[in-house]
């Protein structure tokens, strides 16, 4: 059974910093991009940001380039989003999502969230 397990949340000052990590298990880390979303109170899940396999493929939103940092350890599968500099706009549940790099597969997973909170 495919499984993504988040921790690393919590409560910061703002300029503060938090790691996430996203522990993957079930499927083949290698054929999934992984990434992070996050959904503040009234506000849509957005994109933050995604690693794969392919050497030099990361993807950050412009909200967070050059706060946030994404890397993989692919012999323990699991994705770590460093965080640093956060703003109190940066406070959302921060979900971990997995989605097929595979061509002509459609397969992701989403992780059960975990709280980040920035206070001013």
């Known amino acids: 059974e495919a499984q993504l397990v988040e921790s690393g949340g919590g409560l910061v000052q703002a300029g503060g910093s938090l790691r996430l990590s996203c522990a993957a298990s079930g499927f083949s880390f290698d054929d999934y991009a992984i990434g992070w979303f996050r959904q503040a109170p009234g506000k849509e899940r957005e994109g933050v940001s995604c690693?794969?396999?392919?050497?030099?493929?990361?993807y950050y939103a412009d909200s967070v380039k050059g706060r946030f940092t994404i890397s993989s350890d692919n012999a323990k599968n699991t994705v770590t989003l460093q965080m640093n500099s956060l703003k109190p706009e940066d406070t959302a549940v921060y979900y971990c999502?997995?989605?097929?790099?595979?061509?002509?597969?459609?397969?992701?997973?989403w992780g059960q969230g975990t709280q980040v909170t920035v206070s001013s």
């Open positions: 999502n997995a989605e097929s790099i595979v061509e002509g597969t459609t397969k992701w997973y």
């Open positions: 690693i794969d396999s392919r050497p030099g493929n990361t």
